[in-house]
T-cell receptor, first 113, second 113 residues
Framework: GDSVTQMEGPVTLSEEAFLTINCTYT??????LFWYVQYPGEGLQLLLK?????DKGSNKGFEATYRKETTSFHLEKGSVQVSDSAVYFC????????????FGQGTILTVHP | NAGVTQTPKFQVLKTGQSMTLQCAQD?????MSWYRQDPGMGLRLIHY???????DQGEVPNGYNVSRSTTEDFPLRLLSAAPSQTSVYFC????????????FGQGTRLTVV
């Protein structure tokens, strides 16, 4: 079946540091890939997505590129802010299991001033 | 727009009690789903629905029932609560599930004692 693996957390950074959160996936076919963010006390919201190989999703300074050759979708941001502190989830849809999102375990990011 | 509304936000149950978590969306989405979120495990799919009158099991369906009598509502029933069902529950909806954004409710934090 489909699976998503995220780097172990939590991640703690100082403001303006560079962020990378690794995500790799296993799926058949051509899944869509997503990054969702969960701020404290809230539900998940879509951060960015990519629907085919070599697509780059971007939003709020975050970027991720769909790499089929390495089955990866790493999240990056050049300069993080305190307000980016949240839990980040990598997810895929449209692989083996139609009609569901498969999530990674989530990475807790804390940014200090 | 209200988006996806879940009630209640918090609930404490005694072992063996039953209850229904409510979920409603006002976006006319065909796809709705229930996930549970546990530390270090990401979100796992409980049940999902591809339209009114159609439901199917997800990854962890045992102990839960669902029905979909209208496009808007997708309640999740706990038949006989167990401590292992202590979790945060999220309802989600989308136009489709493979290429488009899923919208999440704010979650229900359930504790079973």
């Amino acid at each position: 079946g489909d699976s998503v693996t995220q780097m172990e957390g939590p991640v703690t950074l100082s403001e303006e540091a560079f962020l990378t959160i690794n995500c790799t996936y296993t799926a058949t076919g051509y899944p869509s890939l997503f990054w969702y963010v969960q701020y404290p006390g809230e539900g998940l919201q879509l951060l960015l997505k990519a629907t085919k190989a070599d697509d780059k999703g971007s939003n709020k300074g975050f970027e991720a590129t769909y790499r089929k050759e390495t089955t990866s979708f790493h999240l990056e941001k050049g300069s993080v802010q305190v307000s980016d502190s949240a839990v980040y989830f990598c997810a895929l849809a449209g692989g083996t299991s139609y009609g569901k999102l498969t999530f990674g375990q989530g990475t807790i990011l804390t940014v200090h001033p | 727009n209200a988006g996806v509304t879940q009630t209640p936000k918090f609930q404490v149950l005694k072992t063996g009690q039953s209850m229904t978590l409510q979920c409603a969306q006002d976006m006319n989405h065909e796809y709705m789903s229930w996930y549970r979120q546990d530390p270090g495990m990401g979100l796992r799919l409980i049940h999902y629905s591809v339209g009114a009158g159609i439901t199917d099991q997800g990854e962890v369906p045992n102990g839960y029932n669902v029905s979909r009598s209208t496009t808007e509502d997708f309640p999740l029933r706990l038949l006989s609560a167990a401590p292992s069902q202590t979790s945060v529950y999220f309802c989600a909806s989308s136009l489709g599930m493979d290429r488009v954004e899923a919208f999440f409710g704010q979650g229900t934090r359930l504790t079973v004692v």
